[in-house]
């Protein structure tokens, strides 16, 4: 059975799991829902900009922050 997200790194697919999951949220929040030990908040950060480069994850802003949800 090939994953649910072919084009993905492992760690991709497992935000990726998490947005579907959990719908909108913020980096912090998607940190905070994966295994520990935890990686660096701006290792998560990077994982999401490179899925919505990829077109996978899009956002919306809300107040100074960023929510991100599922495109796919």
Do not use: W
């Amino acid at each position: 059975m090939q994953p649910p997200f072919p084009e993905l790194t492992r760690a991709e697919e497992q935000l990726m799991q998490l947005l579907c999951q959990r719908g909108p949220s913020y980096v912090k929040d998607l940190r905070e829902a994966l295994p520990t030990p935890l990686p660096a908040l701006t290792t998560v950060s990077t994982i999401v900009r490179i899925l919505e480069q990829k077109g996978f994850v899009g956002y919306e802003p809300v107040g100074r922050g960023y929510q991100y949800h599922a495109l796919v």
